[in-house]
């Protein structure tokens, strides 16, 4: 007899044809003149999506509606319709000239899954709501005074009433409300309203989304299980100021040599983050930015300023706060030394989102019977599951592998490791059945 | 009874009057409106330099003189016109905004040994020859394919017939050449000429010059004995390549980060400069450029590619070769560990002046007889002093210690400071009767 994970797997198997031609629609229909694809947040691309989705949501029977925010849901009615819903979501935008898969894989997930359940016959006891959020690639959109994660925000109830205003498209100048007004949408049915998805009513939230980083590429593994989303401190302009003096004149131990302290603290950083590792402790680090300054060194010269940033990153709440410590007792302790100055500047500081323990356990669960093999990991990007979490729903997200980096036209996932990953997903859904 | 030295020093003493009067007319004559001073190689404030130079030798009834490439000798016979001379040397141009002392002093100091050895009626054995050297300030007014310290070049045969044509002054784009012949000197005379001054005929070259580094400062002394003149071995244009990743989603492991390892890169340079000091061997080292691409990174990417240049300088030509043997080879080390490529390119090679070892032990014995305590350093900076090394002449420099930095208008020297270096240098000029 066919168990339950066989049955699924043939659902999902048969529903991959859904899937590739709904990727393939939408490559094509937003393609990128300059390669890649471009779904503007609240522009063309984004809307030319969600028409998509509703489209393919409607040959699958599912009920269509969206929210004052143009937020759609696409919903698989279950045995009770008053129960708490599972919720699978990701975003339809994309950044411009970036790849097909980031975001829309994961509502074209949602689809496929509810497309096996219906051809294997599983009928679930409650609603499956796939939603196709709006405006999450808003670092590359929207500049101005506003908190990311337009769609989401807007959805949950988290978004401020001056973000409609204040959140102004980079490449048009307008404002967020008069885009959403143009593509059919009502702020003012947002601003100060109760939010369209009451968390109460929702049992849980997945995001299916491909890794952003090369780990599971590395590890030789179709899927991850995502344990937390990293939070950051930042520092943005940090400077190290010594003295300009004469590179051949000025003995070493006379000098006051920025570029020597600041190499000695990202070194100093480096050896923190190795005891760190080895502990089992999640963290990585990046000084992005790095340079003496171009109006005043010269080859000769002792140089007597560096500016430069850096990038802490954690799932671990704990572990940023101990690294907010470090970096700058470390700096006093070398500036003593080397009779420099370091202004760091404060850190600014987004606090990690932990995933559900819960939801994590069934995914693991999940890939045991399933024979995926898997491992937990961290995200190093923000997605719309810290929304749901922050509004208090329980969520998981599942890493797909992803070869060659995310924000970019290049891109990758294959076919497989996107059905494997949606296995997964209609595994985690069907379950209450199993 | 008198004794030399105080014979001597009563001589210099009474003719610090000349002195302040020749630095104060020349600081306000060729005062640049921006601050500072400006004496531009064959331009207008190094001509003034030279007529008023001119001019207070004349007052001292020495024979005045110039080549056809401007340089300017003033010369007190001595008993035999015919015995190899003295010479006593510095250049008379200035950086832009630069500092008064920086050259000049040398020249003025020539004169007033001169001027004490009259008063003491002091006859010498042989000529001394004080020479006012043109275009020493080639790095800041001479671009093009030259090499370096035109004036001194010229009178020594050192010159390419090529680089009248192709040395072009950086401000008004017209050629040495032109420039020589704008202030009445001739090209033609120096070009495959023989040079004004015969090697053979110069007993040794003296050139006392401001220290352009803080050392003296430090050690709270007023005159250093030179040892050499540092040669440099450079990295113009180094770039370490590694990759640009998603700086939150790449697990440090898996970094091919440019900043990392060039914070390591110098931190071990630094540590092997420790070495090399404790050894008692003469080496500093300026990372003076050092720089992220701005038109690629950012606070969030891992860095991909860092630029930067390398200035190793140290009086002992094996020091240098050490280095440039260290330095890839480390490169090469770390490279390996961090999966990121260095293209260092070619180390250049400009190699240590060694100044003559009796003029420096005949230099530190008149420091003992004068009472003056002094040290042994290297220079940072380039002199015309090599020069004459090059073409064979023994030649010795005195340091004066300064208290801001050359090639800056802050430049300082003391008049008591200025006394003592030209005290040790009428006393190594005398000392043939001593």
Request: aromatic share 6%; with cysteine.
């Amino acid at each position: 007899m066919e168990s339950f994970e066989q049955k699924l797997s043939a659902g999902v198997a048969g529903a991959m044809v859904l899937a590739r031609s709904v990727f393939e629609v939408l490559a094509r229909d937003t393609a990128d003149p300059g390669g890649g694809v471009t779904r503007a947040s609240y522009g063309e691309g984004e809307q030319h999506a969600h028409r998509l989705l509703a489209q393919a949501a409607r040959e699958l029977d599912l009920e269509v509606k969206s929210d004052a925010g143009g937020n759609l849901y696409m919903t698989l009615p279950g045995r009770d319709r008053t129960a708490p819903a599972w919720f699978v979501g990701s975003h339809l935008d994309s950044v411009p000239k970036g790849g097909n898969y980031d975001g829309a894989a994961g509502v074209i997930a949602g689809l496929v899954a509810i497309s096996a359940l219906q051809r294997s016959a599983i009928k679930l006891p409650r609603d499956i709501t796939v939603m196709g959020v709006r405006a999450e690639e808003t670092g590359s959109w929207f500049s101005g005074a506003h908190g990311g994660h337009l769609g989401s925000r807007m959805a949950l109830g988290l978004i401020r009433a001056d973000e409609f205003d204040n959140a102004i498209r980079v490449d048009t100048g307008r404002s967020l409300g008069e885009h959403m007004k143009e593509c059919g949408f009502d702020p003012d049915g947002v601003r100060g309203k109760p939010p369209y998805i009451d968390p109460r009513r929702v049992k849980g939230y997945f995001e299916l989304h491909i890794e952003q980083g090369p780990v599971l590429e590395h590890r030789g593994l179709a899927v991850g299980v995502v344990t937390s989303i990293r939070g950051n401190s930042r520092l943005r302009n940090a400077r190290c100021l010594g003295a300009y003096n004469h590179g051949g004149a000025t003995p070493q131990e006379l000098r006051q040599d920025a570029v020597i302290a600041t190499a000695q603290l990202i070194s100093e950083v480096d050896r923190k983050w190795s005891e760190v590792d080895a502990a089992g402790r999640d963290l990585v680090f990046t000084f992005g930015k790095l340079s003496t300054d171009p109006k005043v060194h010269s080859l000769s010269k002792v140089p007597g300023e560096v500016s430069f940033s850096l990038d802490l990153r954690s799932g671990e709440p704990e572990v940023l706060a101990m690294m907010r410590e470090f970096v700058p007792a470390k700096a006093d302790e070398i500036a003593a030394g080397r009779n420099v100055r370091f202004e760091l500047g404060a850190f600014s500081v987004s606090e990690p989102t932990v995933l559900d323990k819960e939801l994590r356990r069934d995914l693991h669960a999940g890939c045991k019977a399933l024979g995926l093999p898997t491992i937990d990991m961290a995200s190093g990007g923000g997605h719309d599951a810290q929304d749901f979490v922050k509004a208090g729903v329980p969520a998981a997200m599942i890493f797909v592998r992803n070869a060659h980096g995310s924000h970019v036209k290049e891109e990758s996932m294959t076919m497989e490791d996107f059905e494997a990953g949606t296995r997964l997903l209609a595994w985690q859904l069907a379950r209450d059945e199993s």
